[in-house]
């Protein structure tokens, strides 16, 4: 049994130093998107969805940045609303059902302004920030509207979504057998990799 998981934990160990793992996606059918923030930047804090559109959660995820940095449009689509929210500045981008958020950003785009992705919508500023004293950009993603929105996690848009390996072979299984392990005829079942 120790040399069945010690085959898997080297398996694993290989994959993920030979950069096998494969890049997740927003959706099978999603668009894939840009980083609103370069260079890319670290998450402050992650997505909490909540249970019901009115409940308590993080609806999106808080990147560190600094004062005054170029925050950029993560998919192309139309500026939907720049201005100011409660005090707020904010930029929304539409694109189809979905929508992307940036706060607190000063824009620098007009609503109905078609953008690219990586197009600069606007400057961070520190005030109203998710991280004050520090300046960080909450950035979200919506589908629908009113009761029947969805908040969505947006790092699925630029592949920080969950990791997905991919098969080192496409046909054939793999059999593992360690140098230090005694020979596969010895052992009752064969141990093999099947995707």
């Not at 998981?5 to 950069?19: E, P």
């Not at 109905?112 to 979200?140: I, K, M, Y």
Request: charged share 15%.
């Amino acid at each position: 049994m120790r040399a069945v998981l010690g085959a898997v934990l080297l398996a694993l160990v290989h994959l993920i130093l030979s950069g096998v793992a494969g890049p997740a996606h927003a959706s099978p059918d999603g668009p894939v998107g840009v980083w609103p923030l370069d260079p890319r930047p670290d998450v402050v804090r992650h997505f909490e969805p909540p249970p019901n559109p009115y409940a308590a959660g993080h609806r999106g995820v808080d990147l560190a940045g600094s004062p005054g940095q170029a925050v950029r449009s993560a998919l192309p689509g139309t500026v939907g609303f720049a201005g100011s929210i409660g005090g707020k500045p904010v930029v929304t981008v539409l694109h189809g059902g979905r929508r992307t958020t940036y706060e607190p950003v000063v824009a620098s785009v007009e609503r109905g302004q078609t953008v690219g992705a990586g197009d600069v919508l606007g400057r961070l500023v520190v005030a109203e920030s998710h991280c004050f004293p520090a300046a960080c950009l909450h950035w979200g993603l919506v589908e629908g509207d009113g009761d029947t929105r969805t908040y969505l996690d947006p790092l699925a848009l630029v592949g920080g979504g969950p990791v997905r390996l991919l098969p080192l072979w496409r046909d054939d299984p793999v059999t593992v057998r360690l140098p230090w392990s005694p020979p596969l005829s010895s052992w009752r079942r064969p141990v093999e990799w099947v995707a």
